[in-house]
């Protein structure tokens, strides 16, 4: 069993900075591939970008790349989101999710309870 825990949303005026973290309680974190997933009013959740299990793979939705990095450091079971030149556009509710190495691309099995994220004008 994998708990997910998401901090470091907030309000921010657009162009600014935010950070979002998700801590792990597992006792094997190297052995999941993680997720950062939003959600946003009325809308779908859609995938904003994954890293493999040890850190050297990284993907990015396209609406997100350039302006957002994800990273993690598997001695403090935690995933990292920085987020950059952020949009209006990006408020969501911010999800991170676990999946176990080497399976699907899309087998997140482990979601944390999410993390509001809203960009003003």
């Known amino acids: 069993q994998v708990q997910l825990v998401e901090s470091g949303g907030g309000l921010v005026q657009a162009g600014g900075s935010l950070r979002l973290s998700c801590a792990a309680s597992?006792?094997?974190?190297?052995?999941?591939?993680m997720g950062w997933f939003r959600q946003a009013p009325g809308k779908e959740r859609e995938f904003v970008a994954s890293?493999?299990?040890?850190?050297?793979?990284?993907y990015y939705a396209d609406s997100v790349k350039g302006r957002f990095t994800i990273s993690r450091d598997n001695a403090k079971n935690t995933v990292y989101l920085q987020m950059n030149s952020l949009k209006p556009e990006d408020t969501a509710v911010y999800y991170c999710?676990?999946?176990?190495?080497?399976?699907?691309?899309?087998?997140?099995?482990?979601w944390g309870q999410g993390t509001q994220v809203t960009v003003s004008s």
């Open positions: 597992v006792r094997t974190f190297s052995s999941y591939d």
């Open positions: 890293i493999n299990w040890s850190g050297y793979s990284t």
């Open positions: 999710a676990a999946k176990l190495r080497y399976t699907g691309r899309n087998d997140y099995r482990y």
